[in-house]
């Protein structure tokens, strides 16, 4: 099983920005060479909401809307990491961020049922 580590998280002001970093070793056998990854989203009373996908293959990307124009995901295939850029940040991105693997290279899904190894997440607190 992937073991994904998330890092980033913080507490920011309204407008502010953050980037989320999602990795894992490749000694589990994690490579983005082969893996999609995803980032999601929970906050209390709330459900989990898929928020960025990258696939292995070609990169494709694939938004919430609640985040597009605003978050940008990306990766570094050479340092076996997915980044989440996060711009303007609302009060109501307020949540429990985590990161999600697929050991599937062309799939592009917001589907929390698709990824089966999953982060521990970190903590994204938008608050002036």
């Known amino acids: 099983q992937v073991h994904l580590v998330e890092s980033g998280g913080g507490l920011v002001q309204p407008g502010d920005s953050l980037r989320l970093s999602c990795t894992a070793s490749?000694?589990?056998?994690?490579?983005?060479?082969?893996?999609?990854v995803a980032w999601f989203r929970q906050a209390p009373g709330k459900k989990r909401e898929g928020i960025a996908c990258?696939?292995?293959?070609?990169?494709?990307?694939s938004y919430a809307d609640s985040v597009k124009g605003r978050f940008t995901i990306s990766k570094d295939n050479v340092k076996n990491t997915v980044y989440l850029q996060m711009n303007s940040l609302k009060v109501e991105d307020t949540a429990f961020y985590f990161c999600?693997?697929?050991?599937?290279?062309?799939?592009?899904?917001?589907?929390?049922?698709?990824?089966?190894?999953w982060g521990q997440g970190t903590q994204v607190t938008v608050s002036s």
């Open positions: 990258i696939s292995a293959s070609d990169g494709w990307t």
């Open positions: 999600a693997a697929a050991s599937h290279p062309e799939l592009v899904s917001l589907n929390a049922v698709d990824f089966r190894d």
């Open positions: 490749r000694a589990s056998g994690f490579s983005l060479d082969y893996y999609t």
